[in-house]
DNA sequence: CTTCAGATTATCT
DNA sequence: GATAATCTGAAGT
């Protein structure tokens, strides 16, 4: 190869960082829960680096889409990289869109921006960065002030486990957090967890 | 129109 | 660990 010697602009700003495509967010949506860790996610001047995610996937009953288009879930079939954003009791959450119908859910991220409110859960997080139900169906890839830019360091190790706070499907290992990093919202999965014989009630 | 449950969070014991 | 808050989308009558 050429021995050009990049020009790496290294300005302090987003060294190396460059925005997510639409081609990144058009793979299999587990693959892209992985890859989202370690990214940074802006709306305007403020950033977070996602640390945790999970993924809702075709055929999935937790999944908004699992019973076709509503009104509500119009943007998660939308093309990759749009933001799906919906209202969960007096918060909203927001995910990105990898495949029709398919999505990432955002549950955490680290603050990158000085004297940003904790984003570490999912509605944490929409409110921390500002985003809101208006921001639904907004284009990442394209988008001047919601993007996501990749990760610049290098990737670290990914801790695996079940989805949270839902009923259906939850145990499906499709939650991925950064091994050990404070900010996920609840704390990491290492091995198996034992349950209490008595279960919660059953119907 | 009415009913119901929820991809959460803050706050309590 | 358990629960209320709070309101909308979606499904049922």
Not at 147 to 162: E, T
Request: proline share 8%.
């Amino acid at each position: 190869m050429a021995r050009h010697s990049w020009t790496v602009a290294r300005s302090s700003n987003s060294a190396g960082s460059r925005r997510l495509s639409r081609r990144f967010f058009d793979r299999p949506t587990v693959t892209v829960a992985r890859d989202l860790l370690g990214a940074i996610l802006r709306n305007g001047p403020r950033a977070v680096q996602i640390v945790e995610t999970e993924a809702y996937v075709t055929n999935d009953p937790a999944s908004h889409t699992f019973r076709g288009p509503t009104r509500r879930n119009r943007s998660m079939f939308g093309e990759p990289g749009t933001l799906y954003v919906y209202r969960i009791h007096q918060v909203v959450c927001a995910n990105l869109v990898t495949r029709r119908g398919e999505a990432v859910l955002l549950r955490a991220g680290e603050p990158l921006t000085p004297g940003l409110p904790s984003p570490s859960g999912p509605g944490r997080l929409c409110r921390a960065l500002g985003i809101s139900l208006a921001d639904d169906g907004v284009r990442t890839p394209t988008d001047p002030r919601i993007r996501v830019d990749s990760r610049q360091d290098g990737r670290r190790s990914i801790a695996v486990g079940p989805r949270v706070g839902i009923r259906r499907a939850a145990r499906r290992p499709l939650r991925f957090a950064l091994k050990g990093n404070r900010w996920v919202s609840r704390p990491a999965v290492v091995g198996n967890r034992r349950r209490s014989p008595r279960g919660p009630n059953r119907a």
